[in-house]
T-cell receptor, first 113, second 111 residues
Framework: NAGVTQTPKFQVLKTGQSMTLQCAQD?????MSWYRQDPGMGLRLIHY???????DQGEVPNGYNVSRSTTEDFPLRLLSAAPSQTSVYFC????????????FGPGTRLTVT | SQKIEQNSEALNIQEGKTATLTCNYT??????LQWYRQDPGRGPVFLLL?????KEKRKERLKVTFDTTLKQSLFHITASQPADSATYLC??????????FGQGTELSVKP
């Protein structure tokens, strides 16, 4: 099993550009989520999904869109990048929502200039 | 709003001593709490989960306590080693799939 994979590892965007951060898992997990991590702020939940076709907002959803058309994939879209979205983004998955360990991907470091 | 706070400053201890990290929360009664380890440039890795009806949980040199009255969890590493140096994160489940994390405590174990 590859676990949770994220692409790209690094990305530089100009303000106003759009892009999609990819996340995939091969563990047949129902639950997937996206976090951003900024210095001194810890991990903040952006969006999450409890199963294919179901998504919901986390703590900081503004500026981000998600969809979950398959169990395996959970892409995160930035529609119009802003410097405030400069961060490290982590995708995570677990068997289902609830008391289950989260498996994290390696992260994507995004810089918006 | 729900709030989670961990030791705000980095923790520096000597090898062989016990490290104790604190996670305090307000305005919520979580059914369970999790602890993760994060190394620089890597994603967090799961360590332990403790439920509200469990006072204590152990795994090798790790021990977690959960006091729902004090709204606090303590994370202990006994006989600490330099390899234990990392950032440790606690996380609370808000229900329905919402998991929120504290800001983390950086632990440094000196030989």
């Amino acid at each position: 099993n590859a676990g949770v994979t994220q692409t790209p590892k690094f990305q530089v965007l100009k303000t106003g550009q759009s892009m999609t951060l990819q996340c995939a898992q091969d563990m047949n997990h129902e639950y997937m989520s996206w976090y951003r991590q900024d210095p001194g702020m810890g991990l903040r939940l952006i969006h999450y999904s409890v199963g294919a076709g179901i998504t919901d907002q986390g703590e900081v959803p503004n500026g981000y869109n998600v969809s979950r058309s398959t169990t395996e994939d959970f892409p995160l879209r930035l529609l119009s990048a802003a410097p405030s979205q400069t961060s490290v983004y982590f995708c995570a998955s677990s068997l289902r929502a609830g008391p289950y360990e989260q498996y994290f991907g390696p992260g994507t470091r995004l810089t918006v200039t | 709003s729900q709030k989670i706070e961990q030791n705000s400053e980095a923790l520096n201890i000597q090898e062989g001593k016990t490290a104790t990290l604190t996670c305090n929360y307000t305005n919520y009664s979580p059914a369970y709490l999790q602890w993760y380890r994060q190394d620089p440039g890597r994603g967090p890795v799961f360590l332990l989960l403790i439920r509200e009806n469990e006072k204590e949980k152990r795994k090798e040199r790790l021990k977690v306590t959960f006091d729902t009255t004090l709204k606090q969890s303590l994370f202990h590493i006994t006989a600490s080693q330099p390899a234990d140096s990392a950032t440790y994160l606690c996380a609370l489940d808000l229900g329905g799939g919402k998991l929120i994390f504290g800001q983390g405590t950086e632990l440094s174990v000196k030989p």
